[in-house]
């Protein structure tokens, strides 16, 4: 099914306007102002940024779940409504704890209402296997530790089938083994389905491994401090982290974060 | 959020309440003076007031004592039935659970004695102590016991299972000491959540326990007012029961606030 | 838990009607006014006709006030708890009517309705009604965002958000505000049936005590008791078995 579909559609930014206002005080938040960022189709995009930046805004803003201030978003080839797949950080409050594995896998498919329930169960099933969790699909998610829970949204969002993936510093909130795990995994299986994905983390590790490019924020209001293709492509994180082009461009990237923007 | 914005919109809260009950207060009005509905069964709000007003100095019955004496009876019945059984709650649920094994039964006891009403047993209280304060005190000196002493019991609990008891014992702190310290410290969250509820039951109880074998109180007044045909005055008594329903509440919130300020975090 | 304390009610139950003995048995208390266990229960098999019609008449009319209450908090509660523009409206007025102890109101439904049912009615659904929509607005606002916003990425429009997310996150909060307007709900049907004064097991307790017949009186609070825990206990165990992920602790 997934040779037969569309290339996955590029990204543009333009303009892009967010602010929040404080209900009573004339304060106005400004998470980004006039902000132009473009992503190619079949990217795999690490968003990095401080915390608090407005990384994760952009994923939204993206993903329609927060209205745009000013600018807009479009999609190339337009289409009224993209699908798009979104992984949280917060994985036990992002499953529905009455489901099954087997269950919340399906959900996004459920939501959509256009698979047939036996269509639900064979892609939840091929995408269990994927994500290595098979044997758990009757387990709770309360039954799971944190890796596996994520590993669950993860499948979940695999199984809708997205046009777009975003994904929302989806490791931050697990233990460092786990996190090289799953970012490992992750490469490989994002690396044989050819979608656009957008990954936002503030470990610049995990950017600069996981991403095709690297785009660096600064903090609030948003700007880009730089945006860069990724410096060889070895595949295993430990060769990956010891080659002098990863440590040159991590010092970049450090250097760039701590400083900020030049009109600070 | 800053302070100012927190203060603005408590005030256009405080508003739109006032807007919605003026106008809810307003059609009460409109419809009872039009005679929309049967304006003695539902006076309007103006005939409740001054009506209500009359009854603290001229109340149409012979016993002579206004509405503010038996206000003041009901609020001392309360508060005493409240603070008793909170005090009670508190040490009893200290001790039980304190010393490990009748506790486990003491609590099962109270879980079991908690839904069944203690008000049921007014009849017989009346019998022994008779129709005066005391058995609307011990009435609700008991329900308040009961919500406090549960709570405590679980704010105990919790208090074991932390580090704070041992690390009394290893400062060289005696039983008594760890216990003043650390394991009540601990349970005060609990115990106060446990007392508001009471101060909730009370109210309830404070009224119930009027309506039943009573002579005096507001509940008492309630009942009379509507024996003797005086819906105003009924109505005027069952909203000052509300008034006084959220003084206590506001109250007891400030008292809360007081103990648990060393605990918010 | 261990095994022996599976049933702590039974234990409770054991301790309570221990001490009821020996307390009776031992004369510390005048038998007159409580008489021991055994009197009870042949005083109830007694009147077992009367008994049991006030405990169904009350039982019933308890039960339609607590549905009314329960739905209409349902309705009014996911309304407040779910749009800010009604909870900021509503709530006010809400919190000062709630002030209001359905007991307080019992007369005064007593005045407008005459009627004996439709007054416990009223008043256990003013009661539960107010006590419920607290727990249901909480239930709302406890909906993990996260999992609201994964439904909406998933294209989920306000409707299906209610039915795949809303209300099988709301289940548990339900039985568990159902669980607790229980006491509520016979506190006031009692009360109710004291004041009306003519039928009920409220009634038939004030009506046992003056005619000195305390040992039917006992068997009314008894049986009341009974229904009381069982019902308590029933709804958490089922509460238990159908939502074992939720905690009670999670409403606060």
Not at chain 3, 189 to 206: C, E, K, Q, R
Request: aromatic share 10%; hydrophobic share 50%.
């Amino acid at each position: 099914m997934t040779d037969e579909r569309l290339a996955s559609p590029a990204i543009h930014l333009t303009g892009v306007t967010k602010t929040y206002d404080r209900r009573g005080d004339d304060e106005v938040l400004t998470i980004m102002e006039g902000l132009d960022l473009s992503f190619h189709s079949g990217e795999l995009v690490t968003i990095v940024g401080p915390s608090g930046c407005g990384k994760s805004t952009i994923l939204k803003l993206i993903g329609g779940l927060v209205p745009l201030s000013g600018g807009s978003i479009s999609f190339e080839p337009s289409s009224p409504n993209p699908r798009i797949g979104f992984v949280f950080q917060d994985y036990a409050n992002a499953l529905a704890p009455w489901k099954t594995v087997q269950r919340n896998v399906e959900f996004g498919l459920e939501i959509e209402g256009v698979a047939s329930k036996s269509e639900r169960a064979d892609a939840a099933a091929r995408y269990i296997e994927m994500v290595g969790l098979n044997g758990f699909e009757d387990a709770y998610p309360r039954e799971l530790s944190g890796g596996m829970q994520q590993r669950v949204q993860l499948a979940r969002v695999l199984a809708y089938e997205p046009d777009v993936l975003l994904m929302d510093e989806p490791f931050g909130s697990l233990d460092a083994q786990t996190r090289r795990d799953l970012q490992q995994e992750l490469r490989k299986i994002l690396d044989s389905l050819h979608r656009t994905v957008l990954f936002v983390t503030h470990d610049i590790e995990e950017s600069l491994y996981l991403g095709d490019r690297t785009v660096v924020l600064s903090h609030r209001p948003a700007r880009i401090l730089a945006d860069f293709e990724r410096s060889d492509q070895t595949s295993i994180f430990e060769d990956f982290v010891s080659s002098d082009s990863f440590r040159k461009r991590f010092h970049e990237v450090w250097d760039l974060l701590r400083s900020g923007p030049d009109d600070a | 959020m800053s302070g100012q914005d927190k203060l603005g919109s408590a005030w256009i809260r405080g508003l739109k309440t006032i807007l919605v009950l003026s106008v809810i207060f307003s059609l009460w009005e409109f419809v009872s003076r039009a005679e929309m509905v049967n304006p003695f069964l539902f006076p309007p709000p103006t005939q409740v007031f001054t009506d209500t007003l009359t009854a603290f100095t001229n109340p149409p019955y012979r016993s002579g004592e206004g509405l503010l004496f038996q206000i003041g009876k009901s609020v001392y019945r309360s508060i005493t039935g409240w603070t008793i059984g909170v005090i009670a709650g508190v040490l009893f649920g200290i001790v039980a659970e304190w010393w490990n094994k009748p506790g486990s039964v003491a609590i099962s006891v109270l879980e079991f004695l908690r839904p069944i009403p203690v008000i049921l047993f007014l009849p017989v209280l009346v019998l022994i102590v008779g129709i005066g304060d005391l058995s609307r005190i011990i009435v609700i000196a008991w329900a308040s016991f009961i919500f406090v002493s549960i709570n405590t019991i679980f704010g105990v609990r919790t208090a074991k299972q932390s580090l704070l008891p041992d690390v009394v014992r290893s400062f060289g702190g005696s039983e008594t000491l760890v216990l003043r310290q650390a394991v009540f410290g601990l349970a005060v969250p609990q115990i106060v959540a446990g007392a508001r509820q009471a101060v909730g039951i009370a109210l309830v109880l404070m009224v119930a326990s009027e309506l039943i074998l009573s002579t005096d109180g507001i509940g008492w007044f309630i009942l009379f007012m509507r024996r003797s045909l005086f819906p105003a005055q009924m109505y005027g008594a069952i909203l000052i029961v509300g008034i006084l329903g959220l003084i206590f509440g506001a109250l007891f919130q400030r008292l809360e606030k007081r103990i648990l300020r060393p605990y918010i975090r | 838990m261990n095994g022996a304390f599976r049933f702590p009610g039974l234990i409770a139950v054991a301790v309570i009607l221990t001490t009821w003995v020996a307390a009776t048995g031992s004369g510390f208390v005048n038998a007159k006014f409580i008489p021991p266990p055994n009197e009870v229960l042949r005083a109830g098999l007694d009147d077992w006709a009367n008994l049991s019609s006030a405990t169904i008449q009350s039982m019933g009319t308890a039960l339609v006030g607590y549905g009314i209450g329960f739905v209409a908090a349902i309705v009014i509660g996911m309304a407040v708890g779910r749009y800010v523009a009604v909870d900021s409206w509503a709530s006010g007025p809400l919190d000062f009517f709630r002030a209001i102890p359905a007991v307080a109101l019992v007369p005064m439904a007593l005045l407008i309705f005459g009627n004996s049912f439709i007054v416990g009615v009223f008043s256990v659904a003013w009661g539960c009604f107010f006590l419920a929509v607290v727990n249901v607005v909480s239930g709302v606002k406890h909906i993990p965002e996260t999992l609201q916003d994964a439904a909406r990425s998933f294209g989920a429009g306000e409707v299906k958000l209610l039915r795949k997310v809303g209300i099988p996150s709301l289940l548990p909060f339900f039985l568990s505000s159902l669980r607790q307007n229980v006491s509520v709900a016979l506190i006031i049907i009692v009360i109710a049936d004291m004041v009306i004064g003519l039928s009920g097991l409220g009634f038939y307790i004030l009506r046992t005590q003056s005619n000195a017949l305390f040992g039917r009186m006992y068997a009314a609070i008894t049986i009341i008791a009974i229904i009381g825990y069982a019902v308590f206990q029933l709804l958490e165990w089922s509460q238990r078995r159908l939502f074992p992920w939720w905690s009670d602790s999670v409403a606060s």
